[in-house]
Structure formats: C-alpha cells, structure tokens
C-alpha cells in the first residue's frame, strides 16, 4: 500500500502544530512570569526593561516553530506563505500610513506600537486562507 | 534599488532611470502632502471641521500609493533574480518590523519607553526592505 | 510555460496524488502546476522529467515554442 499525500499532509500538519503549541505555551508561561514579577516587585529601570524584553525572546520561538513548518512545505506552497506575508507587509504599511496620520492630526485614540503587529499577523492569516482557497483542489 | 553601473541592458537601465525618477517625484509628494496637511490643519486662522480633517489626515496615502505602484512597475521589468532577491528582502523587512514592533511595544507598556506613533512603521518597513536587499544582493554575489 | 502533465498522467493512469507522491509535493502543487498557475523550480522540473522517464523539453515548452 502507497502513502498517499492529501490536500494537507496530517502528519506534519500534527507535527508543526504541536511544536507551535509548545512555542506558544513556553511564550504565554514566560509572558505572565515576567509580567508577575513587574507588578509584584516593582522592580528598577533595567530589571523592567529585561523583564519587558522576555517575551521578544519567547516570541523567538514562535517564529521558529513557524520557518520550521515552511521548510516542510513544497515549493509552491512556501510560495503562497511568501505571497501571503509580503501582501501583510503591504497592507500593514498602508493602514499604519492611513491610521497613524489620523491619530497624529484628527484625534483618533493612539495606538501602541502592538497594533501594526497584530495588523500584520491578522493581514497574514487572512491572505493564506485566500491563497490557499483559490488553489483549493 | 539602485542601478549596478555599466552591466545592465538598455531596457533595464531605461527601468531603473524611470524608477528613480519616479520614486523620487512621489517621495517629494509625500513630503509636500505631509507638510501641507500639518498646515492646513494646524497653522490656519480657521479649524476644519472634523470630517474634512479625517479626509486630509488620509491624503498621504496617494504618495504612498503612487510609490507602490511605481515599484510594482520596476519589479515586472526586474529577471527572476532580481524578483528573488525583491522578494526575499521584503521577507526580511516584515520579520524585523514585526519582530520589532512586538518587543518595542512591551518596552512601552512594562519599562515607559515613549511610544513610537504608527507612521513610521511605514519608513520602517522601506529602511529593513533597503538593508534586506543589501544583505540578500550580497549572498547572491 | 504550458506543460503535458495531463496527458502524461493519463497515459500512465496516475492520479494527481500518485503524481504528488512520486514526487514528494502536495497535490495542491501538482494541479497548480498542471493548470499552469505556477512553474516548477528548475529541480523540480527535472524530477518530473524523472518521473516520466522524459526530457525535460518533451513536458514543458515556452510560449515561443507553442506559438511555432
């Protein structure tokens, strides 16, 4: 009997999911660490900033958990996730623009710099359900 | 980004001359909308009304519009390394404003660093685009 | 770039899947390319030319070859 691929390899597909389950479990135990020991000890300027650069450091791991499953993909399909983050670049660069000048000159409330991520990884997860769709089998 | 001297067909210099001068032309754009908006909304004896305001506050898009589609035209008339290489700088430019923007922002929340206003993840995201394809141009070399 | 992936497949009554599996991509590539939505990698191309025992040229042509 031949393995057959599907649409979606499930064994690596399990596989990239749980490490990307572990990475993010790792960033949230991290993340709420660190911000525990901010609020309790109140800690001095450069123990804050170390505390505030903890979870960049766990977010590592994220974006590693991620490249990992993109080298597993084929050719095509690495293209479609490369396609997918540059039209999250374009359109990150583009709301920021629109955004940022509304919250500098019409009084819109100001935004941490947390949204352009958020906008970018939202940007991201919608373009590769679209790509993905429209080469759907 | 810029023109290699010398080694470069005629239609390919042609693109990158046209490119220059037109990313040049809406860099000068943007600037002028910018300035001219802050004037028009700041330093005028009248204040416009919220919704004209909303509007002008909107106008540095078209610069920025006119940039991405005059690199849109330079990117179809690059070979198919010079779109790799495009693209790959892109790719790095989206990890490092990413990546960057996600760790400034718990240094704003948990050590007060200044907060940084959303308008230059724009010039952000073209300076990482610029080193990305220094660095990728390299290993290709 | 137009290809004969179809017809080779049938010729030897493979599914896309089994194409998929003999080369070790998705089907979702093999019918991408198969409809000419994308063109494989030059190693790619190769492995296919592989696959069905064929030179390259005999499964893939350019448009100035289709047109003459």
Same mark, same amino acid.
């Given at each position: 009997m031949k393995k057959q691929?599907?649409t979606?390899?499930?064994s ?6 749980r490490?990307t389950?572990i ?8 993340? =709420?660490? /660190?911000?525990s020991? &901010? ?6 300027r450069a &123990?804050a900033?170390?505390?505030a650069?903890?979870p #960049?450091f766990?977010?590592i791991?994220i974006?590693? %958990?991620y490249l990992?499953?993109v080298?597993e993909?084929d050719e095509?399909?690495?293209? &479609?996730?490369?396609?997918a983050?540059?039209i ?14 509304l919250e500098?000159? #019409?009084? =819109?409330?100001?935004l941490?710099a ?5 906008v970018?990884?939202?940007a991201?997860?919608? #373009?590769?359900v679209?790509?993905n769709?429209?080469?759907r089998? | 980004?810029t023109?290699?001297?010398?080694d470069?067909?005629p239609?390919?210099?042609q693109a /990158?001359?046209?490119y220059?001068?037109d990313m %040049?032309i809406? %860099?000068?754009?943007?600037?002028g909308?910018?300035f ?5 909304i700041r330093?005028?004896p009248?204040?416009l ?10 106008t540095?898009?078209?610069p920025a519009?006119m940039?991405m589609?005059?690199y849109?035209?330079?990117?179809r008339s690059?070979?198919e390394?010079g779109r ?5 700088a892109?790719l790095?430019s989206a990890g490092?404003v ?5 760790t400034? /922002?718990?240094?704003?929340?948990w050590?007060?660093f200044?907060r940084i206003?959303?308008?230059w993840?724009f010039?952000a995201l073209? =300076?990482?685009w610029g ?5 990728v141009?390299?290993?290709?070399k | ?6 017809v ?16 070790e991509? /998705?089907r979702?590539s093999?019918?991408a390319i ?10 790619? #191309?190769f492995?296919? %030319?592989?696959? =069905? ?6 499964i893939f042509?350019?448009e ?5």
């Open positions: 691929f599907q979606i390899d499930w690596k597909a399990k596989r990239s999911f490490r389950a990475y993010l479990g790792i960033y949230l135990i991290l993340t =709420f660490a /660190s911000a020991m &901010l609020v309790t000890l109140h800690p001095s &123990l900033i170390t505390l650069l903890v #960049a766990a977010a791991g974006v590693r %958990a990992l499953s080298r993909l095509f399909q690495r293209r &479609l996730h490369y396609e983050i540059l999250a670049a374009a359109v990150t660069a583009f709301a920021s623009v629109a955004y940022g000048f500098l000159w #019409a009084g =819109f409330p100001r941490p947390f949204f352009a991520m958020l970018m990884v939202g991201f997860s919608l #373009a590769i679209v790509l769709w429209r080469h089998l | 980004m023109c290699e001297p010398g470069l067909p239609k390919a210099k /990158s001359r046209a220059i001068r %040049a809406a %860099a000068v754009v943007y600037v909308v910018v001219g908006a802050v004037t028009l330093h005028m009248f204040s009304p919220q919704w004209a305001v909303v509007i002008v506050a909107l540095p898009l078209i519009l940039m589609r005059t849109m035209t330079y990117l690059m070979d390394l790799r290489i495009q693209t790959e892109w790095i490092a990413g990546l960057g923007t996600f400034y /922002s718990f240094l704003e929340e050590a007060h200044p206003d959303l308008v993840i010039p073209i =300076f990482f080193l990305g394809t220094f660095i141009r390299g290993r290709y | 770039m137009r290809n004969r992936l179809k080779l497949r049938a010729e030897r009554n493979w599914s896309q899947a089994d194409l998929a599996d003999r080369l991509v /998705s979702q093999v019918n198969e409809t000419g939505k994308y063109d494989p990698s030059l190693p790619l #191309a492995k296919i %030319a592989r696959v =069905f025992a064929l030179p390259i040229e005999q042509s350019d100035v070859e289709a047109a003459s």
